[in-house]
């Protein structure tokens, strides 16, 4: 039976174990984190095929300008001096065109979509338990610019042949009653789902395990050894480990484990925060505060509350006054929901592992025979997992995959180093 390692135990990671053991492969999985926290435990849990507009579009780079020195705007990049980032903006830039960005619509579309259906098989499979719900999303706006972007996209969701109703504030409060009476309306996309993240993660986590996967919980890997086009073996601070293939799947962290081995993945995590409120709340069906940007999801038990897109390194580093400004917003949208003091200290964050080009890494490099990529997901992570999974095992069992993978083609941003020059280079 061949061996597989995966480097990372989000939800790309988890997703990959599940469809790898489908095909005979022996698993393990190794994180450096107890399976706890980040950005596949805490995230809004929306499956969202109608997010096919990548962050990567016109107009982003003149908003992030115009947010970046204020802390409590939706968006913020903290000023530091960070070559890395800098590369990584300069992609960021060359992607936001509206012909990259119009390329890049029906793979997020297909991807979403197909994704979507994997979480429906695994559900209808019962191989694993977990709250699934297929109420929608409802895109809801206080402004007049935040209507009009949200017509446009909505009219080019159902274009694409997506369900997508506009609502006036009348029908959003018929829907919802707890929006307050001066949102203008929403626009709900019938197509896109939600879950709880936590409770799916430890599901499938069991149901991996019965199968013989083995978790290596809070352990780091710090080297991966490789020889002749091909990884050997990945050390931790306690043992090393080897295995036929790996998995690098370690989202905001893959692109320095990548750049150890020559290759090139940019890679910036983008800080997220949610919090949980448990006491009854009257929202049933999840929304996007769109001005705000805020996602609020009804989940199995509490509803969370999201938000804020924070470019200030791999930390996990809580600002008040972000969590503030996602309180005021949910306060604004739905006057009689008001954060406590305690919810909004329990506020936790994850880094979303955010590429340049809005599209993720998946597949394999040209550099090694053995190394499969899954990573990069931005905010479409938690809704991509399951066809990453499925992707990354086609590559490692060498089946037709989507037409799809030479725009995820995790080389797309030009190699570090030449293969002839790899040897021990990380060893
Ligand atoms: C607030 C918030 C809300 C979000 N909402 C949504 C949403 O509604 N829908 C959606 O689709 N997406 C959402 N996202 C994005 C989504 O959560 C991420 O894109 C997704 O979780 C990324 O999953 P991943 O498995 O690729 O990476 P991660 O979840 O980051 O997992 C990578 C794992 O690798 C491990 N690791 C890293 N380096 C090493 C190493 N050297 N050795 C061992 N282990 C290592 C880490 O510990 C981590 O557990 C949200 C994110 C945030 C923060």
């Excluded at 997010?51 to 982003?60: D, L, T, Y």
């Excluded at 090139?264 to 448990?278: E, M």
């Amino acid at each position: 039976m061949k061996q597989v390692i995966i480097i990372g135990g989000g939800i790309s990671g988890l997703c990959s174990a599940y469809y790898l053991v489908k095909e005979g492969y022996q698993v393990s999985i190794i994180d450096k984190n107890d399976f706890t926290k980040g950005a596949s435990f805490i995230n809004a849990g929306y499956i969202v095929p109608s997010h096919f507009i990548s962050m990567a579009a016109p107009g982003m780079i003149t908003k992030g300008l115009k947010w970046m020195f204020n802390s409590s705007s939706p968006f913020y990049i903290k000023p530091r001096l960070d070559t890395e980032f800098f590369k990584w903006a300069l992609h960021f830039k060359r992607a936001a065109t509206a012909q990259k960005v119009e390329r890049s619509i029906p793979v997020l579309k297909d991807l979403n979509l197909k994704s979507r259906e994997l979480y429906e098989e695994m559900l209808s499979s019962t191989d694993f338990p977990f709250h699934y719900a297929n109420d929608g999303l409802l895109m809801a706006y206080n402004s007049s610019e935040g209507e009009e972007e949200e017509l446009k996209i909505a009219e080019r969701a159902v274009a694409e042949g997506l369900e997508a109703d506009k609502l006036s504030n009348l029908e959003l409060r018929r829907l919802q009653p707890a929006f307050s009476k001066n949102i203008i309306g929403a626009i709900h996309y019938k197509c896109d789902s939600h879950t709880t993240p936590q409770h799916f993660m430890a599901s499938l986590k069991t149901w991996l395990e019965e199968k013989g996967v083995a978790f290596y919980l809070q352990q780091e890997v710090r080297k991966i050894h490789t020889f002749q086009g091909k990884i050997i073996s990945v050390e931790t601070q306690d043992r090393t480990f080897e295995a036929d293939e790996f998995v690098l799947a370690a989202g905001s962290w893959t692109s320095s484990l990548a750049y150890s081995l020559g290759l090139n993945i940019p890679i910036q995590g983008g800080k997220g925060y949610s919090t949980n409120v448990y006491r009854p709340l009257d929202v049933s069906i999840p929304a996007i505060l769109v001005e705000a940007k805020v996602a609020v999801t009804p989940m199995d038990g509490f509803t969370r509350f999201a938000g804020t897109m924070e470019f200030s390194g791999n930390n996990t580093f809580i600002r008040k006054n972000r969590v503030e400004a996602i309180a005021k917003a949910v306060n604004t949208y739905y006057p009689e929901i008001k954060l406590s003091e305690e919810e909004k200290a329990a506020a936790v964050s994850g880094l979303r592992p955010v590429s340049p080009d809005g599209l993720p890494f998946i597949g394999r490099s040209g550099l090694y025979k053995n190394l499969t990529l899954g990573a990069g997901h931005g905010m479409m992570g938690w809704s991509l997992g399951p066809i990453t999974g499925k992707l990354i095992t086609q590559t490692i069992s060498q089946k037709k995959a989507l037409d799809h993978m030479q725009a995820l083609n995790p080389d797309r941003f030009h190699l570090i180093r030449k293969q002839d020059g790899l040897k021990n280079t990380s060893s």
